[in-house]
């Protein structure tokens, strides 16, 4: 790497972000820091309309950077995974997310990810790294998960793999909240 790439990364927040939040805007926030993705969610956020101009943008002016987590970084991350029991959950691409997040965090201090996806969040919590949503405004979160189950309907807002009721798999749902408007 680099030198001055380096120590410009070691001052500053280091935020990998995932698709979930390009989606939901994240790039068009001045959030400060050196912006990270694995470059499934570049290929990920491409097609989308307005994304792949506000991505051009971020990546000429250096506010984001594009990275393909190693081999390692990717097994441990999946071996984490298959521990948590979030490995059915995720994508290749998320494991990617964790990966680099993962590979980061050995080499500076301050890492952070973005991420409105539970299991993403779920697993990084669990393998130590500080995991944030922006869909939401500091108050509450906007969404709330539930998990259904597809045969009898019954309902868990806690993460159940199968249904307390009959056994069968649960499946999520996200649940979007009212959004509760102050007046005045
Ligand atoms: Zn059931």
Excluded: F
Aim: aromatic share 4%.
């Amino acid at each position: 790497m680099k030198e001055n790439e380096a120590n410009t990364s070691k001052k500053k927040d280091n935020i990998v972000l995932d698709a979930s939040v390009i989606y939901n805007g994240v790039l068009t926030h001045n959030i400060p820091g050196i912006k990270y993705i694995p470059d499934c969610v570049l290929d990920e956020v491409s097609g989308m309309l307005k994304g792949e101009a506000i991505i051009e943008e971020a990546l000429l002016y250096k506010e984001l950077i594009v990275l393909t987590p190693d081999n390692k970084s990717l097994l441990d991350i999946k071996q984490k995974a298959s521990e948590t029991g979030d490995i059915q959950e995720l994508s290749e691409c998320d494991l990617s997310v964790l990966a680099i997040a993962k590979k980061l965090q050995m080499q500076y201090t301050s890492v952070i990810i973005l991420s409105d996806d539970y299991d993403i969040q779920n697993l990084a919590n669990y393998i130590g790294i500080p995991c944030k949503g922006i869909h939401w405004k500091g108050i509450t979160s906007l969404h709330e998960y539930l998990w259904q189950c597809p045969g009898c309907g019954a309902k868990s807002k806690e993460k159940t793999k199968n249904c307390i009721e009959c056994g069968t798999e649960m499946v999520r749902k996200t649940q979007k909240k009212k959004m509760k408007r102050k007046r005045g």
